[in-house]
């Protein structure tokens, strides 16, 4: 048993190498900024998120990710700035990063279009000490811990009324290296990623129904759609579900403590073998908004 768990934590950073390198997220409709540069600032106030995600939690050497993402529009609301401070832990491999983001809105149509670019600096460390392979001449047989440190481009395009929302992410445009083994093909590079997130929020008596999609992709990777569900139930409670193709099914939940403060929970049971092996998979969402001009924060638009 110890073997194999071994050899699916290995799996698992050989299957980040050469496909999705960017962390996943669940909770993501809550923190749109994690997948899109352009929703920076667009929440009309100061707010913070903080992120926890336990993934697979049977596997020793499984993905875990905390993250801090804050925001704000500046003076005269056209533009918005963020920041973001990420550390993401697989197997072998330690990333961090910290990423800042700038976005400009227009009017357009019936909403606002947005437009943002994201520049931050990755450093991906690898203890390739801890790996035992039976062939010395192995590439990966270094025996020493290494670090690189890389920068990263993304872009986003973000529309949106109050009631609905379209959003095109990409990172790493630059495509980085991220560790300086020379590989015969491109893996050792930062890889391309694609978010396209749509969402639609309907009243039916006192509640609030939001359905939305996630499309996402990246090289060497079969592209992936969440379908998800929210409802919002007396101006307080969320709960929803997605369905994640290639993998399974998502439970979660937020409840607005506060007009201010919000704490979100959701659960990925998966149904594929790395889910059915790696058991599940866990997320805590802790958000707080700051809004100086004394204006009440409208739950209808930021579904």
């Known amino acids: 048993m110890k073997?194999?768990?071994?050899?699916?934590?290995?799996w698992l950073l050989v299957a980040l190498l050469f496909a999705q390198q960017d962390p996943q997220y669940s909770q993501y409709m809550f923190n749109r900024l994690a997948i899109n540069p352009a929703y920076a600032g667009n929440r009309?106030?100061?707010s913070f998120a903080i992120v926890y995600r336990n993934q697979w939690t049977g596997l020793?050497?499984?993905?875990?990710?905390?993250?801090?993402?804050?925001?704000?529009?500046?003076?005269?609301?056209?533009?918005?700035?963020g920041l973001e401070l990420m550390s993401d832990k697989l197997g072998l491999k330690n990333t961090s990063a910290a990423l800042a983001s700038y976005s400009y809105r227009i009017q357009?149509?019936?909403?606002?279009?947005?437009?943002?670019?994201?520049?931050?600096?990755?450093?991906?460390?690898?203890?390739?000490?801890?790996?035992?392979v039976k062939d010395e001449t192995d590439i990966y047989n270094t025996g020493v811990r290494s670090s690189k440190v890389t920068g990263t481009a993304d872009f986003g395009l973000y529309y949106y009324t109050r009631t609905f929302y379209w959003g095109l992410g990409m990172t790493h445009l630059n495509?980085?290296?991220i560790t300086d083994i020379d590989l015969a093909d491109s893996s050792s590079k930062q890889s391309v990623h694609f978010f396209i997130p749509a969402g639609k929020s309907f009243e039916v008596g006192k509640m609030l129904f939001n359905p939305s999609v996630l499309i996402k992709?990246?090289?060497?990777?079969?592209?992936?759609?969440?379908?998800?569900?929210?409802v919002l139930l007396k101006e307080r409670l969320w709960l929803g579900f997605s369905l994640r193709t290639h993998y399974g099914i998502v439970?979660?939940?937020?409840?607005?403590?506060?007009?201010?403060?919000?704490?979100?929970?959701?659960?990925?049971?998966?149904?594929n073998k790395i889910g059915?092996?790696?058991?599940?998979?866990?997320?805590?969402?802790?958000?707080?908004?700051?809004n100086f001009k004394g204006a009440k924060i409208e739950t209808l638009r930021y579904f």
């Open 3 to 10: 073997n194999f768990i071994l050899a699916s934590a290995l």
């Open 44 to 46: 009309d106030v100061f």
């Open 60 to 81: 020793e050497g499984s993905p875990s990710t905390a993250a801090l993402s804050l925001q704000t529009p500046l003076k005269k609301k056209k533009a918005g700035v």
């Open 108 to 132: 357009f149509l019936k909403g606002k279009l947005a437009f943002g670019l994201r520049m931050g600096v990755y450093n991906y460390v690898f203890d390739w000490g801890g790996v035992h």
């Open 175 to 177: 495509r980085g290296k």
């Open 217 to 230: 992709g990246a090289k060497h990777t079969p592209l992936e759609t969440d379908l998800n569900l929210n």
């Open 251 to 271: 439970f979660l939940a937020q409840y607005l403590v506060t007009d201010n403060l919000k704490v979100g929970y959701s659960y990925d049971y998966g149904m």
């Open 276 to 290: 059915t092996t790696g058991k599940g998979t866990h997320e805590i969402v802790l958000g707080y908004d700051l």
